[in-house]
C-alpha cells in the first residue's frame, strides 16, 4: 500500500539571507517537512549547512525537519545533529558511506529519531533490502548529489518501484533530485511518496502555490492507481 503523499521542501534552493521569510511562505502551504541538506565537501562536492544553522531553523519553525547527511563518516555526527534539532525528526544517511549501517540505524534510533538511509542513483537496492524492516524511510536520489537544479534520471524509476514492491505497509519512500511538475507523476506512479523537491518550489515566484500544485500532481496519480 502507498502511504500518505508528503512534500519535502529542500532549503538548498532557498535564499539563504532570507531563510525564515522563505520557510515562513511555505508554512503556509502546510508544507509536510523541511528537507535539510547537510554536505561535507568529501562525499559530495559541495558544502552547505551545519549544526548551528539547524538549531536555528528549529527555532523558527515546528515543521518536522529532515535532516540528510550527504557526508562522511555519519556516525560521527548523529547525536550532534540530533540535539542541534532538538530532537528533529528524521535522519538519513547515505548507504555508500558505511559497511555497518545497522549501527547507524541504531545510533539514530537511540536518540528518538526516525532513521532514514538514501541510495545514490546507480547504487543497487539490494544494499537496502535486509534493512527494511528496521528503517522508516529510504530515499531514492534522482539525481547524483551535491546540487540543486539538476535533471531527474528516469533511470532511478525501476528502483523506486521495486522498493515499493518489497517494503511493509505504510512505509515512506522518498525521491529527491530534479522533481518537477513534470517528473513528480513518473516518481509517484512507481510508488514514491515523499517527494523532495527544492528549484521547483524555492525558484519559483510562488513558492506556496508551487508546494500545492505538486501535492495536487502527487495525489492525483495516487487516486487513479487504487
Not at 535533471?151 to 529527491?176: Q, T
Amino acid at each position: 500500500m502507498q502511504p500518505k503523499i508528503k512534500i519535502a521542501a529542500s532549503i538548498l534552493s532557498a535564499n539563504p539571507v532570507r531563510l525564515e521569510e522563505e520557510i515562513k511562505k511555505i508554512e503556509l502551504a502546510d508544507i509536510d517537512l523541511i528537507h535539510i541538506d547537510v554536505m561535507d565537501g568529501h562525499f559530495v562536492p559541495n558544502i552547505t549547512m551545519g549544526p548551528f544553522i539547524i538549531e536555528g531553523i528549529r527555532r523558527i519553525t515546528q515543521v518536522p525537519l529532515d535532516i540528510h547527511l550527504m557526508i562522511e563518516h555519519p556516525e560521527r555526527f548523529v547525536k550532534t545533529f540530533a540535539a542541534s534539532a532538538q530532537g528533529g525528526d528524521l535522519i538519513t544517511f547515505h548507504i555508500e558511506t558505511t559497511e555497518k549501517p545497522e549501527e547507524i540505524i541504531s545510533l539514530i534510533k537511540e536518540t528518538g529519531l526516525k532513521a532514514g538511509v538514501s541510495l545514490n542513483p546507480d547504487t543497487p537496492t539490494e544494499l537496502v533490502e535486509d534493512l527494511l524492516d528496521t528503517l522508516d524511510m529510504v530515499l531514492v536520489m534522482s539525481v547524483n548529489p551535491g546540487f540543486s537544479g539538476q535533471k531527474f534520471m528516469p533511470k532511478v524509476l525501476p528502483k523506486i518501484g521495486r522498493l515499493r514492491s518489497i517494503a511493509p505497509d505504510e512505509f515512506d519512500i522518498g525521491v529527491d533530485g530534479g522533481i518537477t511538475t513534470e517528473t513528480i507523476s513518473q516518481a509517484v506512479q512507481k510508488g514514491a511518496n515523499v517527494i523532495v523537491a527544492a528549484s521547483a518550489i524555492f525558484k519559483t515566484n510562488d513558492p506556496c502555490n508551487a508546494i500545492k500544485t505538486l501535492r495536487k500532481m502527487a495525489e492525483q496519480v495516487v487516486r487513479e492507481k487504487s
